[in-house]
T-cell receptor, first 112, second 115 residues
Framework: RKEVEQDPGPFNVPEGATVAFNCTYS??????FFWYRQDCRKEPKLLMS???SGNEDGRFTAQLNRASQYISLLIRDSKLSDSATYLC?????????????FGKGTKLSVKP | DAGVIQSPRHEVTEMGQEVTLRCKPI?????LFWYRQTMMRGLELLIY????????DSGMPEDRFSAKMPNASFSTLKIQPSEPRDSAVYFC?????????????FGPGTRLTVT
């Protein structure tokens, strides 16, 4: 089983739609979780961290379910500029930057 | 402040040639990472340094790959000899230690094509 799995998509949605991505991770000892965003032919950039209680940043909501070992990202009122690949990232052991494991990403395309 | 700087941005070389990729991390960051990204395998960590010391190189594919960090502001990733399967985008990233602050700042990447 892969350490971090995501549906590769693509998710094709109209502007204004709500879209949700899920990600599962295999190591139950994983400590911390993130979503990164990567635009086409660009570098990944941190979108948001994911906290156990769930957290929201504007139109973006991230949630963590430790029991089921999955992480979700919800985008409301999607914009054309949200088109990108969203990478689920898991820190396996905590305490060190070097243990980040990246999923392969879910591609989102928002259409007018 | 400038972000992570990588050079070259594009490299096309023939199989068997030596390739050297360069990275300048963000000033003050004490972690430096080298990643490789392909469609098939996604983003893979190759090696990372903390305070210029290599901490984990288990992701380095084989002996043809080597990385150095002679000082806090410069690192290289070398492939010798290069092979077509090394074609990928190579990212360098840097970050800060402590406090659970795991944001990594990526450079623009080097797109390597080995023919």
């Amino acid at each position: 089983r892969k350490e971090v799995e995501q549906d590769p998509g693509p998710f094709n949605v109209p502007e204004g739609a709500t879209v949700a991505f899920n990600c599962t991770y295999s190591n139950s000892a994983s400590q911390s979780f993130f979503w990164y965003r990567q635009d086409c032919r660009k570098e990944p950039k941190l979108l948001m961290s994911v906290y156990s209680s769930g957290n929201e940043d504007g139109r973006f909501t991230a949630q963590l379910n430790r029991a089921s070992q999955y992480i979700s990202l919800l985008i409301r009122d999607s914009k054309l500029s949200d088109s990108a690949t969203y990478l689920c990232v898991v820190n396996l052991h905590g305490g060190s930057q070097g243990n980040l494991i990246f999923g392969k990403g879910t591609k989102l395309s928002v259409k007018p | 402040d400038a972000g992570v700087i990588q050079s070259p941005r594009h490299e096309v070389t023939e199989m068997g040639q030596e390739v050297t990729l360069r990275c300048k991390p963000i000033s003050g960051h004490d972690y430096l990472f080298w990643y490789r990204q392909t469609m098939m395998r996604g983003l893979e960590l190759l090696i990372y340094f903390n305070n210029n010391v290599p901490i984990d190189d288990s992701g380095m594919p084989e002996d043809r790959f080597s990385a150095k960090m002679p000082n806090a502001s410069f690192s290289t990733l070398k492939i010798q000899p290069s092979e077509p399967r090394d074609s990928a985008v190579y990212f360098c990233a840097s970050g800060l230690a402590g406090g659970g602050a795991y944001e990594q700042y990526f450079g623009p990447g080097t797109r390597l094509t080995v023919t």
